[in-house]
């Protein structure tokens, strides 16, 4: 029987040209294919298209085109180099996400997630990102900057749909042990952006008043030295004891400051009580509470926490010490006996947090909690070029996410793109109807899907992609999880994060037996090349040039500076196009440069060197076989034989490299 194989590169997004970035990842698997299928194999590798998104929509702004003629024309464009590399790819399972029999799918996907209780509306503060107009998700925000555009990302309060990933935190967390073939790097990064935090729920009574603060700590042991209270600008409290206008200053004072170690804070005109000691804590808005630790509210220990210290120094908020230290190591952050804590003094850290735990859930003043800074993924984007969420509403304010026999909603050609905003905003004849079920009018939902949702399950679509319905049960058990997937590191949370909440999500929906998307994740090294520069810009490495020991720009005879080698980039312009590699030095050279000079997820820096050395040897090879005249001797039959173990290892190890050095020692050795 034979043994079923599935390989998968992360699918590329329709630019118009592949970089030698794609070329490097799809050989990569290509060799994995190859060797499987040697091997007798059921291999499936196949190929698709991210083909909806901003980066469509914008440039079809730009160039005065249709998004949908432009991604089309792209992939075609796209599909051709493809090809031109000889990939082993089965192109009979090629999927766009842009296309009515992708995203007609994907529509009945949100449905029944919705009907689990998995896919929800709610008003949210959410992240807008002012440039393209549109929320972005928390994983889609790099340092307060939208992740696409860089811009500042201001906060919001939209209605909006979200997907409840928090429902799933503890096993997408618990499930990294058992990824014993993925990057200890890449589950790192996942296990801090789930951010697990064991602890307790503190109630802090604010006086003269019934409200009250919950506060999530890690540390209550450190309850006595609690001098202050600090909440995030976002904080629920705050909307109650400022107006927009003073909260609108406070958060652009905030989003100047660019020092970490630059803490700031506003004092309200309330405070707290202490829940063990008769004495009342003031209350700052602070720069630095995350919205997303507990509910946005921390009590400050300035003895024994660094920002808290930096933030009481500069207040004059005073510094209680309740763990046993140095004066002269405040803020002293580390394990110790207690002190100054009546209740606790003398215990150490793990006795005094069990035994305050206890204390406060005995008197009903807090609770044993868990925290998890991972929040519910918000799927809504205010864009035209994305599938369509299949729900309308009604004049009440009412809504109805549509049945699957209303299906698809397919998302209109005929829009006008300004550059602003949402269009399906502004097409009545789209968004207006008559609903079937109840005769009222109705709209459509403008918003659609964060295509982050394509790419979440296109593994599973590219199983039988002829299929009337989103997939085969039979056929998820029967090829999943995805043997081996291959793909850039930067995708770590998003879309791996994403994808794995997807699969377990489907399987509890659908009964099936599969719960995560990829066995085994390898994460392949970018490419780099010198960059060159001129007096005003970037120029192309193809149009430098040696001339009298120095380097000259072609085309305009001008100096170049050599700068050092980063990852290719078309803002850099120190990219290499695989179409005239191809053409100078043939496909099987280029793919073995790809593989030959550092270990595949490393870094490769792309140097004409290399990719001679890459011809060389495939002229040996080439010469050998045709000028081979005698019987290979045993003995070179047993070096073969050696040859062939090393590079089944190598493979499967995905040490591409040295399968390349494999090479030269066999051909060094023949060819004496």
């Known amino acids: ?68 003629d432009w991604t089309l024309k792209n992939i075609e464009s796209m599909k051709s180099q493809l090809q031109k590399l000889d990939l082993d790819l089965d192109w009979d399972r090629e999927v766009a996400t842009c296309n009515e029999d992708y995203y007609r799918h994907q529509q009945e996907l949100f449905i029944d997630l919705y009907n689990a209780g998995l896919a929800y509306k709610k008003d949210a503060l959410v992240n807008w990102d002012p440039v393209d107009q549109t929320v972005l998700a928390n994983e889609q925000v790099i340092d307060g900057k939208g992740w696409r555009t860089g811009a500042s990302v201001e906060k919001k309060v939209l209605s909006q749909w979200f997907f409840k990933i928090t429902d799933y935190a503890e096993e997408l967390l618990r499930d990294l042990d058992d990824l014993t073939l993925w990057p200890e790097k890449v589950k790192t990064m996942q296990r801090n952006w789930i951010g697990k935090s064991t602890g307790a729920e503190i109630n802090f009574s604010i006086t003269e008043s019934d409200n009250i603060l919950n506060i999530f700590t890690t540390r209550p042991d450190t309850i006595y030295g609690a001098t202050f209270i600090a909440l995030s600008v976002n904080h629920k409290m705050v909307e109650q004891l400022l107006s927009q206008d003073e909260i609108k200053k406070i958060k652009g004072d905030f989003d100047k400051i660019v020092d970490d170690k630059d803490k700031r804070g ?105 925290n998890y800074k991972i929040r519910d993924w918000g799927v809504s984007r205010q864009r035209y070029w994305g599938c369509p969420i299949p729900v309308i509403y009604y004049n009440d304010g009412s809504y109805r996410v549509l049945d699957k026999s209303e299906l698809p909603v397919v998302l209109p050609y005929d829009v006008n793109l300004n550059g602003k905003g949402n269009a399906l905003l502004g097409h009545e004849k789209w968004r207006k109807l008559i609903c079937p079920k109840t005769n009222q009018t109705a709209y459509r939902e403008t918003d659609t899907l964060d295509t982050f949702v394509d790419s979440s399950w296109y593994y599973i679509r590219f199983l039988n992609n002829k299929n009337n319905q989103p997939f085969d049960a039979k056929d998820i058990d029967s090829f999943l ?62 149009d430098v040039a040696l001339k009298e020991g120095k380097l000259i720009d072609i085309k305009t005879q001008t100096l170049v500076t050599e700068g050092p080698s980063e990852k290719m980039s078309k803002s850099k312009k120190n990219v290499v196009e695989p179409n005239e590699i191809l053409d100078n030095y043939g496909i099987d050279a280029t793919r073995i440069f790809m593989i030959s000079d550092s270990p595949p997820d490393r870094e490769l820096e792309w140097t004409d060197e290399g990719i001679q050395s890459s011809k060389n040897i495939i002229n040996r090879i080439e010469r050998y076989f045709k000028n081979k005249q005698t019987v290979i001797s045993d003995e070179s039959i047993k070096r073969v034989e050696r040859y062939v173990f090393e590079i089944e290892k190598n493979i499967l190890n995905f040490s591409l490299n040295k399968c390349v050095a494999n090479i030269y020692t066999l051909f060094n050795a023949l060819e004496k």
């Not at 998968?8 to 060797?35: K, Q, T």
Request: one cysteine or more.
């Open 481 to 542: 999880p995805v043997d081996k997937y291959i793909g850039g590191i930067e995708h770590a949370i998003l879309h791996l994060l994403y994808s794995r909440f997807f699969m377990k999500a489907l399987r509890d929906i659908y009964k099936l037996n599969v719960s995560e998307p990829f066995k085994q994740l390898f994460t392949q090294g970018m490419i780099t090349h010198k960059t060159y520069k001129n007096d005003t810009d970037w120029v192309m490495p193809k």
């Open 1 to 68: 029987m034979k043994s079923k194989t599935y390989i998968l590169e992360m699918f590329p997004y329709p630019s118009g040209n592949i970089h030698m970035g794609h070329v490097r990842n799809y050989v990569i698997g290509d060799i994995s294919a190859r060797y499987h299928k040697l091997k007798g194999d059921e291999v499936i590798h196949p190929m698709g298209w991210d083909a909806f998104g901003l980066p469509a929509e914008n440039a079809a702004i730009q160039f005065d085109t249709h998004p949908q």
């Open 266 to 370: 506003i004092l309200l005109k309330i405070k707290c009580k202490h829940p063990l000691l008769d004495k009342e804590l003031p209350v700052y808005i602070a720069n630095f509470v995350l919205d997303n630790y507990g509910e946005g509210a921390i009590f400050g220990c300035p003895a024994h926490d660094d920002r808290d210290y930096e933030f009481a120094q500069k207040y004059s908020i005073p510094v209680i010490k309740v763990i046993e230290c140095d004066d002269k190591e405040l803020p002293f952050s580390g394990d110790g006996i207690v002190i100054n804590s009546p209740m606790l003094d003398g215990l150490s850290k793990n006795d005094a947090i069990a035994k305050i735990i206890n204390y406060f859930e005995e008197n009903k003043i807090g609770k044993r909690s868990i």
